[in-house]
């Protein structure tokens, strides 16, 4: 069900089919939760990039204030297609007045996930500036990190893209940290170095909560460099002294890019990013279940959610923990049936029952596991 290679480029492709087809005067689509507002002509692509969106913003959560997310106003994204587009590049972030925030895309079929993820990111660090720190708090949003939530939020889906970001970096230097941490968001590098400053933080030791200060002060334009020696203090070596940052930082590049045998999630990880995907209590208005997905699947606006989350589920399985490998092939099987024309309903409740029997087992696992884990620490 999941092994046809072909079908993961046709999947990425599915928000885009029929972007060509469409008519002279489309109806516009929208889509919004509570940071973003997606607008667009092609029904499946605004549901892909709302549901992107909200894993753009769950994976910020864990580096910026959750209070920090309060916008009064949800950030505006127009999918375009070329016939609309009057800027340059593949996006364009505008800041209007009041603090409203836009988010320009180039919406064609050579558009790359690497591109949406960086340009979801980048206008939801631009909001998020602008509403904690003032409208001239982009002035101080560096590019670093911009590019380790934008990399973060890519590799998530894409785990394996691990290897082509590690060999791009192989070939050059680590950049001189002040230059790294002072770059600003509007003169980006296209690089992952700031994916990698931050992997090297947490690799180090730093906790959740230093790294989340470490982000707050640099975009409230205050010079990080002068912090870090307290804070990776002993971690890069066994010494009790101070590590010069300078140092530091090669070392740690260097050591990050290294060759790795496998990128998984932890088991909670992906438990619950499984119960999130198989959610339906809130879509379109409707407080559905899975079992009433199957009277509404014909619903277009229920059948552009289930598309989109489909094509997450497949962009994403491959770093699902082995734990959860087989619910999440079940809630695949569950959604392409939901998706099928020829799905008859006695088939489709057998898979759905499958497919909790399936996660109600894979939890039993987590939990064998972890308590055979915390008794060998003991």
């Known amino acids: ?161 691990w290897l082509t970001v590690a060999a791009r970096s192989r070939k050059s230097d680590a950049p001189e940290l002040t230059e790294l941490i002072t770059r600003n968001w509007k003169d980006p590098t296209e690089s992952a170095e700031g994916y990698l400053f931050l992997s090297a933080l947490e690799t180090n030791g730093l906790s959740r909560s230093e790294i989340r200060m470490l982000i707050d002060r640099n975009l409230n334009g205050i010079n990080i460099l002068q912090l870090l020696p307290g804070l990776i203090r002993g971690l890069a070596t066994e010494r009790a002294e101070a590590v010069d940052p300078a140092e530091w930082w090669p070392r740690a590049r260097t050591g990050l890019l290294e060759p790795r045998d496998e990128w998984m999630e932890t088991m909670e990880t992906s438990r619950l990013w499984i119960e999130a995907l198989s959610d339906f209590s809130d879509v379109d208005g409707q407080e559905l279940n899975l079992a009433e997905l199957w009277k509404l699947r014909q619903e277009q606006a229920v059948r552009d959610v289930i598309e989109a989350r489909y094509e997450l589920l497949r962009l994403r399985i491959l770093r699902v923990n082995p734990v959860y490998f087989n619910a999440a092939r079940s809630l695949g099987a569950v959604f392409e049936m939901l998706l099928s024309e020829e799905g008859k309903r006695h088939r489709y409740i057998h898979q759905m029952v499958g497919f909790f029997s399936d996660f109600e087992d894979n939890k039993l696992i987590e939990e064998t596991v972890s308590e055979a884990l915390d008794t060998s620490e003991k």
């Open 1 to 161: 069900m999941l092994g046809d290679r072909w079908r993961v480029a046709f999947l990425w492709l599915l928000a885009f089919w029929s972007l060509s087809e469409l008519p002279a005067q489309s109806v516009v689509r929208t889509a919004e939760n509570g940071q973003f507002e997606i607008v667009g002509f092609h029904p499946r692509s605004v549901s892909y990039v709302e549901e992107l969106s909200r894993l753009a913003i769950d994976r910020n959560l864990r580096y910026l204030n959750p209070e920090g997310f309060r916008f009064p106003q949800r950030i505006l994204v127009n999918l375009k297609p070329t016939e609309f587009i009057d800027f340059e590049g593949d996006y364009l972030v505008r800041v209007k007045e009041r603090g409203f925030v836009s988010l320009d895309v180039h919406w064609s079929a050579s558009l790359s996930l690497e591109t949406i993820c960086y340009a979801l990111s980048e206008v939801l660090l631009v909001r998020y500036s602008i509403f904690n720190y003032g409208i001239k708090g982009p002035e101080h949003l560096p590019e670093w990190i911009v590019s380790a939530l934008a990399t973060d939020l890519y590799l998530g889906l894409r785990p394996a893209q």
